[in-house]
């Protein structure tokens, strides 16, 4: 009867001990899952831009959406891009209207106006493209939304090209290119995350 109940005894200890380590493993568990981890995850994604700063500081907030995936982290970075594209193309569109501007600078506004457009299409279709790459045509899907983002960049520069030289106003010249400078640095992240994105499916 003794050795029964040190048998028994023995076994309620055993499935303590296995509970006990069930739930310390599902405690383990959501510690790799929190807001705190996927900031982390950020931050280390951020780490190969060119950017690190702007890119932790224009994604963290959206760390609960993102996590810990390589995928979602590209697209906000794109839709962020996006975003900032559209608003300083409104913005300079106001510009251009402005009253007092030399025609060297509503022509150089209205180009600029052009390759943000430009700009704006082409981060939209790498969006789109983002959300369908999916199976065996995920490789070819990054491979255009690559050749998209890096044409954005090349739009970018352009515009910002146009404000070279003295005869455009300081003031305006600075403002112009303080936005399209950090529009081309979110592109220029959003890329090096796409980048990250497509060494996953090389």
Not at 3 to 17: E, Q
Not at 61 to 66: E, G, M, R
Request: charged share 15%; with cysteine; aromatic share 6%.
């Amino acid at each position: 009867m003794a050795g029964y109940a040190c048998t028994s005894f023995a076994n309620f200890l055993l499935i303590l001990l296995a509970a006990s380590f069930h739930i310390n493993s599902m405690s383990a568990g959501r510690v790799l899952s929190t807001p705190k981890t996927y900031a982390e995850f950020i931050r280390t994604s951020c780490s190969t831009t060119t950017y690190p700063k702007l890119c932790y500081s224009s994604l963290s907030v959206q760390a609960s959406k993102i996590q810990n995936s390589p995928r979602l982290l590209a697209n906000a970075a794109l839709n962020v891009t996006l975003a900032s594209a559209r608003s300083t193309s409104t913005m300079m569109q106001k510009l251009s209207q402005s009253h007092g501007m030399k025609p060297r600078e509503v022509s150089a506004m209205q180009d600029c106006v052009e390759e943000l457009s430009d700009t704006v299409d082409e981060l939209r279709q790498s969006i789109g493209e983002m959300g369908e790459a999916k199976g065996s045509n995920t490789k070819l899907m990054i491979g255009d939304i690559q050749t998209w983002v890096s044409a954005a960049l090349t739009d970018e520069s352009t515009c910002s090209d146009g404000f070279d030289g003295n005869t455009m106003n300081g003031n305006v010249k600075s403002a112009v290119r303080k936005q399209i400078l950090k529009i081309a640095h979110l592109t220029s992240n959003a890329l090096a995350l796409i980048n990250n994105y497509a060494s996953l499916h090389g």
